[in-house]
T-cell receptor
Framework: GAGVSQSPRYKVAKRGQDVALRCDPI?????LFWYQQALGQGPEFLTY????????KSGLPSDRFFAERPEGSVSTLKIQRTQQEDSAVYLC?????????????FGEGSRLTVL | DQQVKQNSPSLSVQEGRISILNCDYT??????FLWYKKYPAEGPTFLIS?????DKNEDGRFTVFLNKSAKHLSLHIVPSQPGDSAVYFC??????????????FGKGTHLIIQP
């Protein structure tokens, strides 16, 4: 499709497992963001890429979280040794402009449940 | 400390009437504001935005008002339609700040349009 695509849509992991969440942004979009949305909360910024460069990772909650976008297109968010507090919807968003364009196009999210 | 606050978790409005969703912010560095709409199991979609140099922006049935001195913005939907039932997120950014910290979101307001 023409929108931002995320997979898997749902992931259940046992505490301590590693997970990888994938984001396919809209073709040609320069900027890519990852957000974490806990239940009843708004999305919270995790990290930002401009093409393949990770320009801001200030929102990553711990060093167990790692994101990459090696070819400036598809991005992967990896969470190592998952904990229950990591349970959330992880939203990917892309934008055709730079980081301050404001309007972002969001995917449907990957819902992670850590047991 | 939440920098973007939506103090009404839910709002019920009769079809055809005006819906008014409110948002307050604390960070005076914010200078670009957006509203996103979210249906269940979907990602947020951009609705309307406003720059801090304006106090009003209108797009069809949707109008956003910004009161910088009060650090308050509101979204007006008139007339309200059943398809407007969704969660509405207020978001803010430091558009001209030079940083790449994405958007700061409120917790959202669940708007319910009653027939």
């Amino acid at each position: 499709g023409a929108g931002v695509s995320q997979s898997p849509r749902y992931k259940v992991a046992k505490r301590g497992q590693d997970v990888a969440l994938r984001c396919d942004p809209i073709s040609g979009h320069v900027s890519l963001f990852w957000y974490q949305q806990a239940l009843g909360q708004g999305p919270e910024f995790l990290t930002y890429f401009q093409n393949e460069a990770q320009l801001d990772k200030s929102g990553l909650p711990s060093d167990r979280f790692f994101a990459e976008r090696p070819e400036g297109s598809v991005s992967t968010l990896k969470i190592q040794r998952t904990q229950q507090e990591d349970s959330a919807v992880y939203l990917c968003a892309s934008s055709p402009k730079g980081p301050l364009s404001g309007e972002l196009f969001f995917g449907e999210g990957s819902r992670l449940t850590v047991l | 400390d939440q920098q973007v606050k939506q103090n009404s978790p839910s709002l019920s409005v009769q079809e055809g009437r005006i819906s008014i969703l409110n948002c307050d912010y604390t960070n005076s560095m914010f200078d670009y504001f957006l509203w996103y709409k979210k249906y269940p199991a979907e990602g947020p979609t951009f609705l309307i935005s406003i720059s801090s140099i304006k106090d009003k922006n209108e797009d069809g049935r949707f109008t956003v008002f910004l009161n910088k001195s009060a650090k308050h913005l509101s979204l007006h939907i008139v007339p309200s339609q059943p398809g407007d039932s969704a969660v509405y997120f207020c978001a803010a950014s430091m558009y001209s700040g030079g940083g790449a910290d994405g958007l700061t979101f409120g917790k959202g307001t669940h708007l319910i349009i009653q027939p």
